[in-house]
Nanobody, 118 residues
Framework: QVQLVESGGGLVQAGGSLRLSCAASEGIFSIMGWYRQASGKPRELVALVLSNGLTNYVDSVKGRFTISRDNAENTVSLQMDSLNSEDTAVYYC??????????????WGQGTQVTVSS
């Protein structure tokens, strides 16, 4: 069973930075990325990175967040700078690929809380 394990969330002041990391226990992933869900709001895409390095960001984080991945280590990271209160949410690691079953499917991490204080 593929597991995505996140780390790096926490409390930070507005204008500060945090780095989220996610490690997959096994598998080969075409897409890795991050979603977030603020209280009372639907889950939204934050950033994705393909296995070839192409990236996509939601407009609200462009220029502030940077996503990267290490295909050899099966990890994906999200560097978050210039954080503001609108970034407060639970952040979920996301990956699409094949695990032991050999069937392509999406996987989710358990979520890590990011709280930005103003």
């Amino acid at each position: 069973q593929v597991q995505l394990v996140e780390s790096g969330g926490g409390l930070v002041q507005a204008g500060g930075s945090l780095r989220l990391s996610c490690a997959a226990s096994e598998g080969i992933f075409s897409i890795m990325g991050w979603y977030r869900q603020a209280s009372g709001k639907p889950r939204e895409l934050v950033a994705l990175v393909l296995s070839n390095g192409l990236t996509n960001y939601v407009d609200s984080v462009k220029g502030r967040f940077t996503i990267s991945r290490d295909n050899a280590e099966n990890t994906v990271s999200l560097q978050m700078d210039s954080l503001n209160s609108e970034d407060t949410a639970v952040y979920y690691c996301y990956a699409v690929g094949t695990g032991p079953s050999g069937v392509p499917q999406p996987y989710w991490g358990q979520g890590t809380q990011v709280t930005v204080s103003s």
